[in-house]
């Protein structure tokens, strides 16, 4: 089914208003999830709220909590996140990195005790529509094995980084697993292969079967030993930045993954719009014009967000029945 | 053979001082040089004399320029490499960037016009060394197909990010390809197989046959899709903040790969520092104790290069004989 994007807003106000949500929070909530759902990426858009809703009910999430500023040097922040919504909580600290540089040309927030951001893309998203480059990232429970190890202890931190562009912003939205877990069941769902290798069998074999990684819980990192480091560094990053939790720390119930630590960059462009612009869709042209096997393209980073946000304002975005019943029912 | 540092350090500053370089900047190059050497990063250290020297007669590289500010806000500055020295320019530019960070609590600096900077790393021990957290990238020439293409149209730009801890700072230091040309040549010398899939034959197939992929152009990026898509907004990242070149300007002799893009970003930590130690070596334990196939084991990024250091500085640096005669001869 596909639904209008007030359709869903309003609902989900009404849900949250519902679980207490102050009128401004409940609205701003809302529209959060529902731009998720609007560019496509439904995992963390509606089919991710009956979460976020348990999340609260357990007490995980304080519906009425707003980040708090620790201490500050300059352009550089700490926050406490009270553990507040997670989205609310990054949209505010990423609005902060870009007042931060537009005083000093650049700001950072380290953020601690928050909750899942939701969708990571959304806060480069909100950077480059403000005209700033943006990069963020956060940290999550153990869900991926460092490489050498046969356990995961290592999170599947997301960095974001986006670059404003007027006929489009690019942003790499990318976690340090080469496919996700709800990846994994989508494909082994649909009965096929992964296309390239992601993750071991029970016996450390590379495979490309999802349902044997599943049951490994040993998916891939980028690059093997490459994603693997760098999931490591923005783990500490994050965490002595924030002076907040660390991945190894934080609880590997998904339902109490909870007192996430993050880091909000915003860079002021020096260069002279106009200019920049060119050279981007310099850069975009040369990349589309690039020869590929049959039936391939190259795409810029957040090219087939914005197509699909275009399709799903034209078309109405889709949602997933069941999940609809279960939001209406809430 | 093994030589000391000194002996090493004394030779290229003659040989530098013979070519020109006034006094100070002959002995600071040679540091860098010297010092990637006894990091084991061979590859850039004396490996690559030959290739700069060369550079510095075809007249790529002007060994008297210095970078020069053009434009500054706050905590961003802009900078123009004038085809300077590319490892003497990216000091200086990590440099400017703690001092920014020393005033604003975190800076950046783009710089354009510059050259190869040698091992990326260098700079992110540099700015752990001075207490910050560092992060910085450079573009390069194409050398890597985009995720969907048959050519190379992306470069392969190191990302790095380094973590001051007493103990020995985190370093990341990562190029977006799996293997570089350098790892897949001395693969195929010892005649052994790429430990995992590093690129594509000639017909688009994965493969881990290290001539295959010399021939065919296609090395790997890390993470497929996502590789890919991390050059291109690092390369977008550096040639908009530095008004500079991007990479699919940049010449594909490798001679002639100058007029480079670079990023430098220091950021104060604002965490006490005996705190934010106390929770780096946490997380490093954690690591430590992973559960292991036999014979593997967890590194945090950095460990192998400060233990290579180690066993450098004890017993000698490892020199490749034909390399230290053609230096000796210069």
Redesign the interface.
């Known amino acids: 089914m596909r639904l209008s994007y007030e359709t869903i807003h309003t609902e989900l106000v009404r849900v949250l208003r519902k679980t207490g949500f102050a009128e401004d929070r409940a609205y701003n909530c809302a529209t959060l999830f529902t731009e998720t759902q609007q560019d496509g990426v439904y995992s963390h858009g509606l089919n991710r709220f009956g979460r976020f809703m348990k999340m609260i009910e357990l007490g995980c999430i304080d519906i009425e909590a707003e980040p708090e500023n620790i ?8 926050w406490d996140g009270r553990l507040g919504p997670g989205n609310l909580n990054a949209y505010a600290m990423m609005d902060r990195a870009t007042e931060l540089a537009s ?6 927030v ?1 953020l601690r005790n928050t909750n899942h951001w939701m969708r990571g893309g959304t806060y480069g998203w909100q950077a480059a529509d403000k005209g700033y ?1 943006g990069i963020c990232w956060t940290n999550t429970n153990q869900n991926l ?7 995961a ?2 999170g599947n931190n997301p960095l974001i ?3 404003p562009r007027k006929e489009g912003h ?1 942003v ?1 939205d ?1 976690a340090m697993s ?1 496919f996700s877990y709800g990846a994994l069941a989508s494909y082994r769902k649909k009965g096929v292969s992964l296309p ?2 992601g993750g071991y069998t029970n016996d ?1 074999e ?1 495979t490309s079967d999802p349902a044997a990684i599943e049951a490994s819980y040993r998916p891939l990192p ?3 030993w ?2 693997s ?2 999931s ?6 994050a ?5 907040g939790t ?3 720390r934080i609880s590997s119930d998904p339902l109490k993954e909870t007192e996430l630590s993050q880091c909000f ?1 915003a ?5 002279d719009f106009a ?2 612009n060119t ?2 869709d ?2 975009v042209a ?2 589309h014009a ?4 049959e039936g ?6 957040g090219q087939r967000t914005l197509a699909k946000r275009k399709e799903n304002i034209a078309q109405g975005i889709p949602v997933d029945e069941d999940v609809w019943i279960a939001i209406k029912g809430m």
Do not use: C
């Open positions: 201490f500050g040097f300059g352009a550089v922040e700490q005083q000093h040309g650049l700001g950072m380290g480059i094995p460092p490489w050498g190890a046969t356990e202890r290592i980084i986006s670059i690019v790499l990318m080469q390239v290798p450390g590379l980028i690059g093997f490459k994603g480091a760098l490591i560094v923005l783990d500490m990053a965490s002595v930045m924030s002076a660390a991945t190894h960059i860079i002021s462009v020096l260069t200019d920049a050279l981007l310099e850069i040369h990349l690039s020869p590929s096997n391939e393209q190259v795409y810029y980073p």
